[in-house]
């Protein structure tokens, strides 16, 4: 207890200098801004047991005398200092230095004899220097005892051009050194080694029994060795293997590592896992595999006993899509492996929210064949199986511009994260996939788009009006062949560049009278074939004054009130055709720039007495506007009528000319006789003048 109690009264002596407090001669630790100037400089102090010199940064060593006599001094720090040179005399007099600190100087030589007169050594730092291989002959004597070695940051320090014996060395740190291979001549000079870093070196080889006759080696470290290809080591002790971002590749084989605890193989090349490789350790509790190019999980992997582990992260692989993940994924959630885990709280790179468990294909940047695409990238694949592509795909190649995901039928757009990032795609088709649905993410990193083609998909809302607020210049939209029910209205209120929208197709989409259908001061084109409208009033299309051409063919519209377009002054092309009007008494006098109206289809509409007026002085432009309709039926339609009644209902008539007021007058008679067909009288009109 004497000797804990000594132990507590010098750290409490040590933290009182730490604070300023003034130190006497009977203080163990001293902390200093004066140089040695002489070997008894701290004669006056006999219980001095730590002398920290640091940051005199014009402060060196002497080459002809002893640095300083102390009997009882055990550490030393000088760290920040200018010293070059450890001589042979620099600590012949400090018979009780245990403890070397020179961090961060010029130390770039250390005399073979330099701790003969050390024979307590235990713990050297000489973190940030120069040295190569401590002295031309790669020798250092008399460190029999010594425990721990740190010499990271010596940039040109290579363990294998020394020759050191360190029979009682538990610890050894040389990060960011020179050292190229790890092999059994070196490590049998450090027997009792635990732990072994070697971050970020030159290492391309570590042998296979390196390890192999080290009894107490626990902890091996070679992290960014960029030129390390290959780690099949075998020890029956080590329990820590980390070798992050080298260039593993191949297969990963841990079973001669039996005692192993923790695994970190993060950012490597390694693409096969040996699954039975794990039954052999017992005591396993963490795996890191992020990052390499494995394609498949074992499926036997979580089979195996492994009752201690308790993190298990394999994210950011090029993992492809398979039925057998369903599984994997339950016993993954159950067993919570993903603690631990690179964001752990991030769904959008975890590999179990993002992976569809179905067998297919999924596409990733680490494959490496996102280089081939050239301005237009086909991904139509063909087998059409894409289920997946990593949202990075593309994001540094500046030369695709567009991107082609048709026919892949089972394709769906990711909930949790963006569909594809690049500041460079500006076109984009996924034409009869299986995407159900658009949300808030999924265009957020194409900030360029300016087209999107999805028809022929499984969309039924458009509910939110953000879905596109990151891409300002689109110009085209296709969602034809949908399931759309529901649009919001302000979705494009923003895209002064939109030109045109195809939303044929979309069965169940409709407005109600009274409701604004779309809000978009730029749209030229809306095409909607094939939708759900019935009744057009006024209000429903105001909210697109700059519509030039409006498809609402084969729709079930049965009343279109006279004043329906009248806010879209620019409007030149209406289709109509198929639908149920039952009467016609557009303002057409009012359209200035219409030069298509197509109707054809209509069977049932009838002429309201009240405009026949006003249609007989739009006869002509009338037989204008059709005559540009794709399918020009309407009118031969009437006069195949107009025949018919002339030959059946009447006597035989001379061929005395008939007046334009006779005409009308009869034609009106035929129409509202007429039980099968009824037709407008300006029609009968424009057959007239075209005979």
Avoid at 289 to 309: A, R
Wanted: charged fraction near 20%; hydrophobic fraction near 40%; proline fraction near 3%.
């Amino acid at each position: 207890s004497s000797m804990l109690n000594a132990q507590g009264l010098r750290i409490i002596l040590c933290a009182t200098i730490v604070f300023n407090i003034a130190y006497s001669e009977n203080s163990f630790c001293v902390f200093t801004n004066d140089p040695i100037t002489h070997p008894k400089m701290y004669a006056d102090y006999p219980n001095l047991w730590m002398l920290d010199m640091s940051n005199q940064t014009n402060f060196a060593f002497p080459q002809s005398r002893v640095l300083l006599t102390h009997i009882k001094l055990a550490r030393f720090h000088c760290n920040n200092c200018s010293v070059s040179s450890i001589y042979k005399q620099s600590f012949s007099m400090l018979p009780k230095l245990t403890h070397l600190e020179l961090d961060r100087n010029n130390l770039s030589y250390i005399d073979a004899d330099a701790f003969e007169k050390n024979p307590l050594l235990q713990r050297v730092q000489l973190v940030g220097n120069n040295l190569l291989k401590i002295n031309s002959e790669g020798i250092l004597r008399h460190v029999t005892f010594l425990s721990s070695l740190n010499l990271d940051w010596n940039p040109g320090f290579d363990i294998n051009q020394v020759q050191v014996e360190l029979p009682w060395l538990l610890y050894f740190s040389c990060k960011h050194c020179n050292t190229s291979f790890v092999d059994k001549s070196t490590m049998k000079r450090w027997q009792r080694l635990g732990y072994l870093y070697l971050s970020d070196n030159h290492i391309d080889r570590v042998d296979f029994d390196a390890f192999l006759d080290m009894p107490r080696f626990k902890l091996l470290n070679v992290d960014r060795n960029r030129g390390l290809t290959n780690l099949t080591i075998q020890s029956k002790t080590l329990l820590t293997l980390s070798a992050e971002g080298c260039s593993l590749e191949g297969i990963l084989d841990t079973s001669n590592l039996k005692a192993l605890e923790l695994l970190n193989v993060r950012r490597n090349y390694i693409c096969n896992i040996y699954e039975r490789g794990f039954e052999k350790n017992n005591n396993i509790q963490k795996i890191l595999l992020d990052d390499n190019l494995i394609e498949k999980i074992p499926e036997k992997l979580l089979d195996i006993t492994l009752y201690k582990l308790d993190t298990l992260c394999i994210d950011r692989n090029p993992l492809q899509p398979s039925e057998l993940l369903e599984e994997f994924n339950t016993k993954y959630s159950s067993k919570r492996l993903r603690r631990g885990c690179l964001n752990d709280q991030n769904p959008t790179k975890a590999f179990e929210y993002i992976l569809p468990t179905q067998n297919g294909l999924a596409l990733y940047t680490k494959q490496g064949n996102v280089h081939v695409y050239q301005e237009i990238a086909k991904l139509e694949h063909h087998s059409q199986a894409i289920l997946y592509i990593e949202e990075d795909y593309f994001s540094e190649n500046s030369r695709v511009s567009s991107v082609i995901l048709d026919h892949n039928s089972r394709y769906d757009f990711p909930k949790n994260q963006s569909f594809l990032k690049s500041k460079f795609i500006k076109h984009v088709s996924l034409v009869n996939c299986s995407i159900s649905g658009i949300y808030e993410q999924t265009f957020k990193k194409l900030p360029n788009l300016n087209s999107i083609n999805l028809k022929g998909n499984m969309i039924s809302s458009l509910y939110s009006a953000t879905l596109f607020n990151h891409n300002p210049d689109l110009e085209s939209v296709n969602l034809a062949n949908n399931l759309v029910k529901l649009i919001a209205i302000n979705l494009f209120e923003h895209h002064q560049s939109l030109r045109y929208l195809n939303i044929n197709g979309n069965k169940h989409l409709s407005s109600k009278p009274g409701n604004l259908f779309l809000f978009s001061p730029s749209l030229e084109t809306l095409l909607c074939q094939f939708c759900n409208f019935v009744h057009i009033d006024s209000f429903m299309f105001q909210g697109l004054p700059n519509l030039k051409h409006l498809d609402l063919s084969y729709n079930k519209i049965t009343i279109l009130e006279k004043n329906a377009f009248s806010a879209m002054i620019h409007l030149k092309h209406v289709d109509l055709s198929n639908n149920h009007l039952t009467a016609l008494g557009l303002e057409l006098h009012l359209m200035k720039q219409l030069d298509t109206l197509c109707l054809s289809g209509n069977l049932k509409i009838t002429l309201e007495p009240e405009y026949v007026e006003e249609m007989m002085k739009m006869a002509h432009k009338l037989r204008q506007l059709d005559t540009k309709c794709e399918a020009s039926t309407f009118f031969q339609n009437i006069t195949e009528l107009f025949s018919f009644e002339n030959t059946t209902n009447k006597p035989e008539e001379k061929d005395d000319p008939i007046s334009y007021e006779n005409m009308i007058s009869s034609a009106s008679k035929v129409i509202f006789r007429s039980v099968q067909f009824t037709i407008i009288l300006v029609q009968i009109f424009y057959q007239w003048l075209g005979t």
